[in-house]
């Protein structure tokens, strides 16, 4: 644990008063964001392996904001990427076992699913090129979150969100939006989207007592409306689980 906290400090730079319950909280995402991100593993030191190490670090960072701030009331946070840019449509393909959807981006797709994680990505994801390398394409690998939308129960070693956000009411339920913070690099911030966009977390209480998290990442042009209505058309069956780390 030292020496993965040492090695996150190493690359992310200071970070300014944050207590050891914000360190853990950014450990457990950055673990999490690594072991999704097959390419930081298998790629470092090609252009891309830097790319989803820098994914990897703004989803690791995304704990860091002080109690009590609402992120998602900033001037300039009411609209993720401009003028909603995309619309939600009803979802007409075959349900997947751990997550159901009633909808969907227009032209988006299931890429991947399984018991505990269920990923949305856009039809381009399916058209990159011959002279795109699915290999090394975040987009072409299921188990990537960049560019996409990723929907999962929080992990065991979660309790809910590690910051304050907007209430939000999802359906005939209580959530929180949270605005996801800007990643750190070794060479500075990581790249943001137009308008400043960061990207989303919906988080929403399951009767069992498990966050449900909607992530939506940055630049993809949904409203903080259209992602609550996404959301409250997210459902958990009985045989979603939850990940470790």
């Known amino acids: 644990m030292n020496d993965l906290r040492d090695h996150f400090r190493e690359i992310a730079g200071p970070i300014s008063t944050t207590t050891e319950t914000q360190v ?10 690594l072991r999704r991100r097959r390419a930081v593993q298998t790629l470092t030191g090609s252009a891309f392996g830097a790319a989803a190490l820098a994914a990897a670090i703004a989803v690791a960072t995304s704990g860091s904001t002080p109690a009590g701030t609402n992120t998602a009331t900033a001037p300039g946070d009411q609209i993720v990427a401009g003028a ?3 619309k939600l449509v009803a979802y007409k393909g075959e349900q997947p076992e751990g997550f159901t959807v009633d909808k969907v981006p227009d032209g988006w797709f299931i890429q991947s699913s399984d018991l ?3 990923v949305l990505a856009p039809e381009k994801a399916k058209h990159l090129g011959p002279n795109v390398n699915p290999s090394t394409e975040p987009l072409a ?11 999962m129960l929080e992990s065991k070693d979660q309790h809910g969100p590690s910051r304050d956000g907007k209430k939000v009411k999802v359906g005939d339920q209580e959530g929180v939006l949270l605005k ?10 990581a790249p943001t989207a137009p308008g400043g966009d960061t990207g989303w977390e919906l ?4 009767p069992s007592g498990v966050y449900l998290i ?3 990442w940055q630049g993809l042009g949904l409203t903080q409306d259209q992602i609550v209505e996404l959301g409250a058309g997210i459902h958990v069956t009985t045989d979603a689980i939850q990940g470790v780390g």
Do not use: Y
């Open 116 to 118: 505990s994680s269920l």
């Open 203 to 206: 988080w929403l209480k399951q």
């Open 180 to 189: 996801s913070l800007q990643g750190e690099t070794p060479d500075g911030p």
């Open 24 to 33: 853990e909280a950014d450990l457990t995402r950055g673990r999490r964001a």
């Open 214 to 216: 909607v992530q939506v």
């Open 141 to 151: 690998d299921g188990s990537s979150f960049v560019g996409k939308i990723a929907i």
């Open 84 to 86: 909603a840019s995309v």
